[in-house]
C-alpha cells in the first residue's frame, strides 16, 4: 500500500466530464489500496479568463486582489472533483491552500511555499477521505491569499508529497512522459523512462514544458520521486528520480531547443576593467534576463561582446544597449531575433569526453553555422540561425542514437 | 461623519462596468468624508451557472462543497472592486468570509452567522482603507466555508453594520426602494419613505422581493436603520426603521400579493382530537410549508379542513393528504392551484377597528369572492380566485387611499 499525490493539469479537469473521468482513475487507485491525496488546478483557460476580467477593471491588476480572484479557479475544480468522488461512493473533501494550509511568503503572484503542515491532510487520510487539494495558490502569516506563479500546481503538489512523506508525487498531464525531444518536429522522439532531477531541471528549463521547473527543483532538494504521465492513459510515463549508476551509460537523454531567443553584438568595445558591468547592469536593472555571453578579445585594446535575451525583451534590450555603447564609445551594435538555441543534456556526458564536439560534427556535417557555444556539466548549448532549428534537433537525435529503443 | 455600509446586489455588479461605476459610487461618498464598508454579492447569474455546473457532477450537490464553489462568485467581485476603488485613487481590500471573519453554525447551504468580529474592519477603516466584504458567505468554527442561502448579502450586510456599529446599513438594488404595491401591475404604487420593521417583515414574507427577511429580522433585533435604494440614482430610497407615532397614523402602508398559492381540502372529517395532527405531521416531515389553515365544523360530528402549500408542493401535499384521508375516513380531498393570497399591512392597524371589513368590503365591490381569509396584528390577507389578482391589488390600493401622496 503505496502513498500517492496525483496532480491534475487545466486540460485534465477541463471540465465535468473530465473532472468525473479523473475522479474514476482517482478512486481506482484507491480500490487498489493506495492512498491517494489529489492536487488540481483550474480548468484550463480560466486562470486566463480572469486575468482579462482583472484587466478590464485596472492594468497590471493590483496583485494582493489578483491572487484573490485567480485563487477561484483551483475553489471550482476542487470543490467539483470532491462532488465527483462522492458520486464514485467515496468520501473526498476540498482543502483550500488556506485550509490545508499551504504557507508562503508575501510575494503575490510568485509565492514560494515556506511550510505545509501536513497533519490536516493526514488526519483526513486516516478517516479514509481523499483529500483535494487547490494547486496554485497559498496563504501568508497574515491570512491573504497568495498564488503561486505559472506552472504553481506541480509546486503545489510537490511539496504536498514532501510534507505527508508520499512514496511518489504522479503528476498527470496531456502527454505521455517526457520525451527525448519535441515529437511535433521530430516523429522518432521517444518517451523516457527515467531520468535525473538534474537532466530534468536542464530539460524543463531549456524549453520541455512538460514539469515546472520549481517542482523539480523542490523534488531534487527532498529526494521526491516525480512520475510525470498522461491522464488519458493507464501507460506509464517518465520517473524522475536521484541518479544511479545505469544513468551514467547514456551520454544523452535529450534534445531540446528554443526559438525563444535574440542575440546583440557590440563591435569593437574598448577594454577596460568594469566594461561589462557598465553593459549588463542597466539590462539586469530592466529585469532583462541575460542567457549566453561571448566575449572576443581581438588584438589590441578592442573586445566584441555578444549576448542573447528572451525574444520578448528584445527592443528594450537593444535600446539600452545602443545607449551604453556611445557611453563606452564602442564602435557598433548590431542585433539578430532570428537565431535559436539547441542543446543536448546528459549526465553520461560528466565521465566521457568529446560529447560536445560530437555534436558541434553532427551540425557542421548537416551544413548548419554554429554562431554561440555555451556548455554546463551536463548540457551543451549551440545558438544556430533559426531555419536550421528543426533540422539541427533531428540530425542530433539520430546522431546521438535516441531514435533507437533503450 | 458617518459610518455606512453599503450593499451591493448582483445586478448592480453584473460586470466591469457596473462594478466601476459601483466603486465611483463608493469612492464619491469617501469624498464627503463617510467612512464605507462594502458587501457584495456575485455578478448575477453567477450562483446559478456554478450550481448548474456541480448538478452536472452530483444532483443534489454535496452540502459542503457546494459552499465551496458558490463562495467563489464573491471573491471574484469583491477582488474586481478593490482593484477598481484602487484605480479612483482609494485604498481597497477584499475580505472574503473566512477573513473577516463571518462565523456561522454549519448549516451549509442555509448557515446562521452566530458573530462577527469587528476588529479587522475596524483596524482597515482606521488606516484609510476601504474593507470590501464577500456576502453570502462565512466560516465554520471548524474552517469550512458555509453559505447563508440565496439572499444571504442582505443579512451579511446588516451583520456586518452592527458588527462595526454603523449608523446605517444602505442596501443597493436595482428598484428605487420599496413600493405599496408592485408597480408593474398597479402603476398608481408609490415608493414608501419610511416603513417600520415588522412591516417590512410583513411585506417581504408576502412576496415583496426588495429585501431578504433574515436580514430585516436582524436589523430589528439590533436596531440597526435599513436603508433601500437603488444603485442607478442617487434619490433617497426607503427607510426601513423602529416604529414610530407619525407611522401610526397610516392604516395600510402596502398591499403585496402572492400567486404561488395552492389550496388542499378534505371534506367531511370524523371531528376527533388529534386529527390536525394526522393530517399536518407528515406533511411537515415532508418538509412543506403550510401556510393558512381553516376548520369549518359542521353539524355533528364532522369537519371540513382548507389549507394551503406552496405551489411548487402542491403534487407531493395532495399525495400525502389523498393516503391519509383514507386513514382517518374522510369523504373526499379537493385541490386548486389558480388561487392568489392578497394582503394589506400596516402597523396603523394596531390602534383602528374596521380595516378588515373594509378589505372586504372593497374587494366584495369588484366583484371578488373571498375563499379563505387569516389576520395578525399588522396585516389581513384573503384568498381569492387567482384571475382577480391585479383587480384585487388595484382596487385595495386605490381603495386605502395608497395611490395619493403621504
Same mark, same amino acid.
Given at each position: 500500500?503505496?502513498?500517492?499525490?496525483?496532480?491534475?493539469?487545466?486540460?485534465?479537469?477541463?471540465?465535468?466530464?473530465?473532472?468525473?473521468?479523473?475522479?474514476?482513475?482517482?478512486?481506482?487507485?484507491?480500490?487498489?489500496?493506495?492512498?491517494?491525496?489529489?492536487?488540481?488546478?483550474?480548468?484550463?483557460?480560466?486562470?486566463?479568463?480572469?486575468?482579462?476580467?482583472?484587466?478590464?477593471?485596472?492594468?497590471?491588476?493590483?496583485?494582493?486582489?489578483?491572487?484573490?480572484?485567480?485563487?477561484?479557479?483551483?475553489?471550482?475544480?476542487?470543490?467539483?472533483?470532491?462532488?465527483?468522488?462522492?458520486?464514485?461512493?467515496?468520501?473526498?473533501?476540498?482543502?483550500?491552500?488556506?485550509?490545508?494550509?499551504?504557507?508562503?511568503?508575501?510575494?503575490?503572484?510568485?509565492?514560494?511555499?515556506?511550510?505545509?503542515?501536513?497533519?490536516?491532510?493526514?488526519?483526513?487520510?486516516?478517516?479514509?477521505?481523499?483529500?483535494?487539494?487547490?494547486?496554485?495558490?497559498?496563504?501568508?502569516?497574515?491570512?491573504?491569499?497568495?498564488?503561486?506563479?505559472?506552472?504553481?500546481?506541480?509546486?503545489?503538489?510537490?511539496?504536498?508529497?514532501?510534507?505527508?512523506?508520499?512514496?511518489?508525487?504522479?503528476?498527470?498531464?496531456?502527454?505521455?512522459?517526457?520525451?527525448?525531444?519535441?515529437?511535433?518536429?521530430?516523429?522518432?522522439?521517444?518517451?523516457?523512462?527515467?531520468?535525473? &532531477?538534474?537532466?530534468? %531541471?536542464?530539460?524543463?528549463?531549456?524549453? @520541455? #514544458?512538460?514539469?515546472?521547473?520549481? +517542482? $523539480?527543483?523542490?523534488?531534487?532538494?527532498?529526494?521526491?520521486?516525480?512520475?510525470?504521465?498522461?491522464?488519458?492513459?493507464?501507460?506509464?510515463?517518465?520517473?524522475?528520480?536521484?541518479?544511479?549508476?545505469?544513468?551514467?551509460?547514456?551520454?544523452?537523454?535529450?534534445?531540446?531547443?528554443?526559438?525563444?531567443?535574440?542575440?546583440?553584438?557590440?563591435?569593437?568595445?574598448?577594454?577596460?576593467?568594469?566594461?561589462?558591468?557598465?553593459?549588463?547592469?542597466?539590462?539586469?536593472?530592466?529585469?532583462?534576463?541575460?542567457?549566453?555571453?561571448?566575449?572576443?578579445?581581438?588584438?589590441?585594446?578592442?573586445?566584441?561582446?555578444?549576448?542573447?535575451?528572451?525574444?520578448?525583451? &528584445?527592443?528594450?534590450? %537593444?535600446?539600452?544597449?545602443?545607449?551604453? @555603447? #556611445?557611453?563606452?564609445?564602442?564602435? +557598433? $551594435?548590431?542585433?539578430?531575433?532570428?537565431?535559436?538555441?539547441?542543446?543536448?543534456?546528459?549526465?553520461?556526458?560528466?565521465?566521457?569526453?568529446?560529447?560536445?564536439?560530437?555534436?558541434?560534427?553532427?551540425?557542421?556535417?548537416?551544413?548548419?553555422?554554429?554562431?554561440?557555444?555555451?556548455?554546463?556539466?551536463?548540457?551543451?548549448?549551440?545558438?544556430?540561425?533559426?531555419?536550421?532549428?528543426?533540422?539541427?534537433?533531428?540530425?542530433?537525435?539520430?546522431?546521438?542514437?535516441?531514435?533507437?529503443?533503450?
Amino acid at each position: 500500500m503505496a502513498l500517492v499525490v496525483q496532480k491534475y493539469g487545466g486540460t485534465s479537469v477541463a471540465n465535468c466530464d473530465r473532472i468525473r473521468r479523473v475522479a474514476e482513475r482517482v478512486c481506482q487507485r484507491r480500490r487498489q489500496g493506495d492512498d491517494v491525496v489529489v492536487v488540481l488546478s483550474a480548468m484550463a483557460g480560466e486562470t486566463n479568463r480572469l486575468i482579462a476580467l482583472a484587466k478590464e477593471i485596472q492594468s497590471p491588476p493590483d496583485p494582493r486582489e489578483l491572487d484573490v480572484l485567480l485563487a477561484t479557479g483551483e475553489q471550482v475544480t476542487i470543490s467539483l472533483f470532491a462532488m465527483a468522488a462522492k458520486t464514485l461512493g467515496f468520501e473526498a473533501r476540498s482543502f483550500l491552500g488556506t485550509q490545508v494550509p499551504i504557507e508562503t511568503d508575501r510575494a503575490h503572484g510568485k509565492a514560494r511555499i515556506k511550510n505545509i503542515p501536513g497533519e490536516r491532510l493526514k488526519e483526513a487520510l486516516a478517516q479514509g477521505i481523499i483529500p483535494v487539494v487547490a494547486g496554485f495558490q497559498g496563504v501568508t502569516d497574515s491570512g491573504s491569499i497568495t498564488t503561486l506563479g505559472r506552472g504553481g500546481s506541480d509546486t503545489t503538489a510537490v511539496a504536498v508529497a514532501v510534507a505527508i512523506g508520499a512514496d511518489v508525487c504522479e503528476i498527470y498531464t496531456d502527454v505521455e512522459g517526457v520525451f527525448t525531444t519535441d515529437p511535433n518536429i521530430c516523429p522518432q522522439a521517444r518517451k523516457i523512462d527515467r531520468i535525473s &532531477y538534474e537532466e530534468m %531541471l536542464e530539460m524543463a528549463s531549456l524549453g @520541455a #514544458k512538460v514539469l515546472e521547473i520549481r +517542482s $523539480v527543483e523542490f523534488a531534487m532538494r527532498y529526494g521526491m520521486p516525480l512520475h510525470v504521465r498522461s491522464s488519458f492513459t493507464d501507460a506509464p510515463g517518465t520517473l524522475v528520480v536521484e541518479e544511479d549508476a545505469s544513468m551514467e551509460n547514456i551520454l544523452v537523454s535529450g534534445v531540446t531547443y528554443s526559438k525563444n531567443e535574440a542575440r546583440i553584438t557590440l563591435s569593437k568595445v574598448p577594454d577596460r576593467p568594469g566594461i561589462a558591468a557598465r553593459i549588463f547592469d542597466p539590462i539586469s536593472e530592466a529585469n532583462i534576463v541575460v542567457d549566453m555571453i561571448i566575449q572576443n578579445t581581438r588584438a589590441g585594446e578592442l573586445t566584441d561582446m555578444t549576448f542573447t535575451v528572451p525574444q520578448g525583451d &528584445y527592443d528594450q534590450a %537593444l535600446a539600452i544597449v545602443e545607449r551604453v @555603447a #556611445k557611453e563606452i564609445g564602442a564602435e +557598433s $551594435v548590431a542585433g539578430d531575433t532570428s537565431i535559436a538555441k539547441v542543446s543536448i543534456v546528459g549526465v553520461g556526458m560528466r565521465n566521457h569526453a568529446g560529447v560536445a564536439s560530437t555534436m558541434f560534427r553532427i551540425l557542421s556535417e548537416h551544413g548548419i553555422n554554429i554562431l554561440m557555444i555555451s556548455t554546463s556539466e551536463i548540457k551543451v548549448s549551440c545558438v544556430i540561425e533559426e531555419k536550421y532549428t528543426e533540422l539541427a534537433v533531428r540530425a542530433l537525435h539520430e546522431g546521438f542514437g535516441l531514435d533507437k529503443a533503450e
